[in-house]
């Protein structure tokens, strides 16, 4: 018994050790989104060949299996390797050859990481086909260096993307989920608009994620009848600065999260139409306002509410 308690204490000293060794070689901005993970519950679970695995509640069975690959091979484990019922993890987040980082698919409708987005079609790379439109030369937002790899410039003038006739697909009445990187280039005297789902013919919406004016983070949801607005201060202080902020609605209440921390609570209804889905901007009585000026990387939509570890999955690339 004393022989195998020993041998258990230096496999797991031995363990330990090659975690250590994995999240030193790592990019630092990585190794401590990692740590951040596991601050959030988010336990190690077995690694190997340079890949470091996390299991959300450190079990085998907890529902929630990550696996990121730490080269630069374009590799990703899809997670859920433990047979649970709970929420995968996958879709390469990565490119450009960079660390590529798994998200939850469970639930995802679309996802656009804008690695083209001037020549016209805006790829959603949820593989659902969800894939916006725009017109080159004239509304197509322009590609720049995003947070990772490639991004989305808008000019705050012109340029947005549509998803259009697929209405249906962003109709999610039980909970959704949108979530992008920002960087602005002007703090707005007024609203802009990153991502909005429209409703009926004239100013509604069944939601919206950007700005309120200010440094403050908007968002405007409508139940049918009337609409409301709600927001939070001090988020864009700076400009050029990357900031992550999401809406996670549950069905019945609507949360507004900077950076991974819930910031807002509201119980809010949400109404849907088939009115389609603008990135970059809103519409207003049938045309396109409230343009968003800066670069948007990594928008994704979910038909579902994330919880706060998922939310920090999306940090992650």
Known sequence: MRGGGQNDARSAGRRRARAWYVLTSM?????????????????????????????????????????????????????????????????????????????????????????????????????????????????????????????????GATQYARIVGRTSAFATPAGLTVAAWVSLDVTPDAAMVVAGKAFGPTFFNSWTVGMAGGDELGSATTDGTSDDYDSVPGVFTTTGVWVHVALVWDGTTKRLYVNGVERSTVAR?????????????????????????????????????????????????
């Not at 601050?39 to 907890?62: E, N």
């Not at 804008?114 to 959603?124: A, C, N, Q, S």
């Not at 038909?303 to 998922?310: Q, V």
């Open 27 to 155: 990019p630092r901005p990585f190794a401590r989104a990692l740590v951040a993970l596991a601050a959030l519950g988010v336990a190690p679970a077995a690694s190997s060949c340079g890949r470091v695995g996390f299991d959300a509640g450190g079990g085998p069975d907890a529902g929630l299996d990550a696996v990121v690959d730490t080269g630069h091979d374009s590799t990703v484990d899809t997670g859920n390797s433990g047979g649970d019922a709970g929420s995968d993890v996958g879709v390469d987040g990565s490119a450009d050859g960079g660390v590529d980082a798994a998200i939850p698919v469970s639930g995802l409708l679309a996802r656009y990481l804008f690695e083209t987005p001037d020549d016209g079609v805006v790829d959603d790379g949820s593989g659902n086909g969800l894939d916006a439109t725009c017109t080159v030369g004239v509304t197509c937002p322009t590609r720049v260096a995003g947070h990772t790899g490639d991004g989305a410039h808008f000019d």
């Open 269 to 317: 209804p949400m109404a849907f139409d088939d009115h389609d889905v603008f990135i970059g901007a809103d519409q207003n009585s049938g045309a396109p306002g409230l343009f968003f000026a800066g670069i948007v990387d990594d928008l994704v939509i979910y038909g579902r509410p994330l919880d706060d570890a998922e939310l920090a999955l999306l940090m992650l690339r």
